[in-house]
């Protein structure tokens, strides 16, 4: 899909990198191509999610560290390795989840890293206040995507 993309779209206009977000090879890597071929960021949109179902009574460690790695890590060191390619007055915008609001079944370990970003967003905000770098948490409802249908 990531090359359909980009043959619709023009490989002269937008570069596709695949990767793990809880991988720091794997974002070192896409940083590394940012800076080679923009040399800046005027924006991050960390995007990267993972959920599954668990009962609370069922959660098992590697459950617990899926979700986590992907989703409070791999946000956490994907804004982190791109904050020298920033420019001042950038934006940082992290993709929550109205599940960190609520109590949702099955969604505990989901919910709480969704929280968690949360409070990133209020902590990076009081740290890059110097450099005029803005950071907001979008916190939408269920959205249709291959993921969610994949869930039931």
Not at 3 to 29: P, R, Y
Not at 51 to 59: H, R, V
Not at 65 to 74: C, I, L, P, R
Request: charged share 25%; hydrophobic share 40%.
């Amino acid at each position: 899909k990531l090359d359909e993309a980009v043959k619709k779209i023009g490989s002269d206009k937008i570069t596709a990198v695949q990767g793990d977000a809880s991988n720091m090879n794997h974002l070192d890597k896409l940083f590394e191509i940012i800076r080679d071929k923009k040399g800046r960021l005027d924006i991050i949109f960390a995007n990267a999610a993972s959920c599954s179902f668990a009962l609370f009574g069922t959660i098992s460690e590697k459950h617990f560290d899926n979700e986590f790695n992907t989703n409070v890590k791999g946000v956490l060191f994907t804004v982190q390795k791109a904050l020298p390619l920033l420019v001042d007055g950038a934006s940082i915008i992290l993709n929550g989840s109205n599940s960190s609001n609520k109590g949702d079944p099955e969604l505990t370990v989901y919910c709480a890293t969704k929280a968690a970003l949360r409070s990133f967003a209020r902590c990076m905000t009081v740290d890059l206040k110097e450099r005029k770098i803005r950071v907001n948490t979008l916190s939408p409802g269920a959205i249709d995507t291959p993921l969610l249908r994949t869930m039931g």
